[in-house]
C-alpha cells in the first residue's frame, strides 16, 4: 500500500509538490510555536522548590529621629538586634505559628538577589546565595531531593555551613557523587570557607524562571544580638509559617494582637502579607502574565489561521478527487479501503514534509534562536515538540479529508463519473 502511495505522489508530484513545500513551511513555523508552549507549560508546573502555602511576611519598621516615641541609643540598655529578637520570639509564641524565620535576599518572590563563585578543588559554580536562619526551611517547605526537612534543619545549624541546590552539587561534583561534607571557598577570597551539611532540592526563583544554582548561608541570631545598627535590620525579612488550622482571618487577628507586643524598643508592627498576595504583586511588577497572555493571544490566532489552513487544503484537495474516488469505487475498492488511502498518502505527504523540516527546526533550536533563558535546548525538548507539532498536523489532515471523503462515498460511483 505504501509502495503504491508513493508512486501516486510521484506521479502527482507538480500539485503535491506545492502541498509538500506548505506542510514544510508550516510545519517548522508550528514547531517554534509548540516548543514554545511546551517550554511555558513545562516550565511553569515544574516545583520552584518552595511551598508559599500557609505562608506570611512581617513587616517591623523603626520609629523615626523626629518621632515623639524615639528612643535615643543613650537611654537604651537593649541593643537593636535584642529588641528585634524579642519581637521575632513574641512572634514564634503566638498561638498558630509554626516556625518563624529571619532572612536576606531569599524569601520567594522578593526580587532582591546576591550571587558569588564558590569552589571545590577544581570545580568552579556560580551561586545565588540566600542567607537564612534554620527555620527558613520549616517555613517554605524546603527539603532535601528525597523530601525531608529536618535534616537539613538540625544540620545547617553547625558552625560555617551551607547548604547547596542539587544543581549546584551536580556542577560541582558530576553525577553520582556528592558534595556533601565537603569545603568550598569563595573564589575570590581563600580564608571564607563553609562545610556542605546538606544538599536541598531544586530551587526556582519563580514560576516562570529557570532553575539555578543556589546556596543557603546562615543569620545566626546570637550574633544579631551584638549589632546595634538601625539599618542592619532594615535589610532583614521576617517570614512565618502558620498552622491550616489557624490560618482563617490570620492577618486581621494577628494585627490586633501583636500590634502592642511588637512594640519594643524603637521597632513597631507595620504589616502582615501573605504569601499569595506577594506573588500576585511580583507578577504585577514584572508583567510575566501579561506577557504570557499577550502572546498567548497572538499563538491561538495563529494556530486556528493554521488549523483552517491545513484543513482547507486538504478539504479542498479531496472535494476535488470525487472523480478518482469514483473511478475506484467502480472498479472495486471498498469505501473503508480507499477512505484508509486517503488518510495514508495524507500522513505519508506530512512525514515527507517533517524529516527536512526537522532538520531545519533543529538546528534553529541548536542556534538558540528559540527561548533557552528558561529551558536548555536538548533532544527530548526538540523530540516531544516535534511529535506534538506532527500529531497535531496529522489530525488536521485527518479532519481535513474525512468529512468531504465521507460525502464523496455517499454518492453512486456512475454519478461521480458521469458529472466529470
Known amino acids: 500500500m505504501i509502495k503504491h502511495i508513493l508512486k501516486q505522489i510521484w506521479v502527482q508530484r507538480i500539485t503535491n509538490s506545492w502541498l509538500w513545500m506548505e506542510l514544510f513551511l508550516v510545519s517548522i513555523f508550528l514547531w517554534f510555536i509548540i516548543d514554545f508552549l511546551y517550554v511555558t507549560v513545562n516550565t511553569y508546573y515544574t516545583p520552584t522548590g518552595f511551598d508559599i502555602e500557609h505562608t506570611y511576611k512581617v513587616d517591623l519598621d523603626q520609629m523615626s529621629l523626629e518621632s515623639e516615641d524615639y528612643i535615643p541609643t543613650d537611654k537604651k540598655k537593649t541593643t537593636v538586634g535584642e529588641?528585634?529578637?524579642?519581637?521575632?520570639?513574641?512572634?514564634?509564641?503566638?498561638?498558630?505559628?509554626?516556625?518563624?524565620?529571619?532572612?536576606?535576599?531569599?524569601?520567594?518572590?522578593?526580587?532582591?538577589?546576591?550571587?558569588?563563585?564558590?569552589?571545590?578543588?577544581?570545580?568552579?559554580?556560580?551561586?545565588?546565595?540566600?542567607?537564612?536562619?534554620?527555620?527558613?526551611?520549616?517555613?517554605?517547605?524546603?527539603?532535601?531531593?528525597?523530601?525531608?526537612?529536618?535534616s537539613l534543619v538540625s544540620n545547617f545549624k553547625q558552625k560555617n555551613s551551607i547548604v547547596i541546590s542539587k544543581d549546584a552539587d551536580l556542577?560541582?561534583?558530576g553525577e553520582g557523587r556528592s558534595a556533601l561534607g565537603k569545603t568550598l571557598s569563595q573564589s575570590e577570597v581563600d580564608s571564607v570557607s563553609k562545610k556542605v551539611t546538606g544538599i536541598c532540592s531544586y530551587i526556582r526563583y519563580?514560576?516562570?524562571?529557570?532553575?539555578?544554582?543556589?546556596?543557603?548561608?546562615?543569620?545566626?541570631?546570637?550574633?544579631?544580638?551584638?549589632?546595634?545598627s538601625s539599618d542592619y535590620f532594615s535589610g532583614l525579612d521576617l517570614c512565618i509559617r502558620v498552622s491550616p488550622e489557624a490560618d482563617h482571618n490570620f492577618i486581621s487577628k494577628f494585627r490586633k494582637d501583636m500590634i502592642s507586643l511588637s512594640r519594643v524598643g524603637n521597632f513597631f508592627l507595620l504589616d502582615v502579607k501573605s504569601f499569595a498576595d506577594i506573588r500576585d504583586s511580583y507578577f504585577k511588577m514584572t508583567g510575566d502574565f501579561n506577557e504570557l497572555k499577550t502572546r498567548m493571544a497572538v499563538i491561538a490566532f495563529l494556530l486556528v489561521n493554521i488549523f483552517l489552513g491545513i484543513i482547507g487544503t486538504f478539504w479542498f484537495r479531496t472535494d476535488y478527487r470525487k472523480a478518482e474516488m469514483g473511478l475506484r469505487l467502480a472498479v472495486g475498492s471498498t469505501r473503508t479501503s480507499l477512505f484508509r488511502l486517503l488518510i495514508a498518502e495524507g500522513v505519508i505527504l506530512l512525514t515527507l514534509a517533517i524529516i527536512p523540516?526537522?532538520?531545519?527546526?533543529?538546528?534553529?533550536?541548536?542556534?538558540?534562536?528559540?527561548?533557552?533563558?528558561?529551558?536548555?535546548?536538548?533532544f527530548v525538548r526538540f523530540i516531544c515538540g516535534m511529535l506534538i507539532t506532527y500529531l497535531l498536523m496529522a489530525f488536521m489532515i485527518i479532519l481535513g479529508i474525512w468529512y468531504p471523503a465521507r460525502q464523496a462515498m455517499k454518492i453512486q460511483p456512475a454519478e461521480v463519473l458521469h458529472e466529470q
Open 83 to 150: 529588641d528585634y529578637l524579642t519581637i521575632v520570639n513574641r512572634i514564634r509564641n503566638y498561638p498558630g505559628v509554626e516556625a518563624v524565620s529571619i532572612s536576606s535576599c531569599a524569601y520567594p518572590y522578593c526580587g532582591a538577589n546576591s550571587f558569588n563563585n564558590y569552589q571545590l578543588d577544581t570545580a568552579q559554580v556560580n551561586l545565588q546565595l540566600r542567607f537564612i536562619t534554620p527555620d527558613f526551611f520549616r517555613v517554605f517547605r524546603v527539603t532535601t531531593p528525597d523530601g525531608k526537612i529536618e
Open 171 to 173: 556542577k560541582l561534583m
Open 206 to 228: 519563580s514560576e516562570f524562571a529557570k532553575k539555578y544554582p543556589c546556596a543557603f548561608l546562615g543569620n545566626e541570631e546570637s550574633e544579631m544580638t551584638k549589632v546595634n
Open 357 to 378: 523540516a526537522g532538520i531545519i527546526s533543529f538546528n534553529i533550536g541548536k542556534a538558540d534562536l528559540v527561548d533557552v533563558d528558561r529551558m536548555d535546548f536538548t
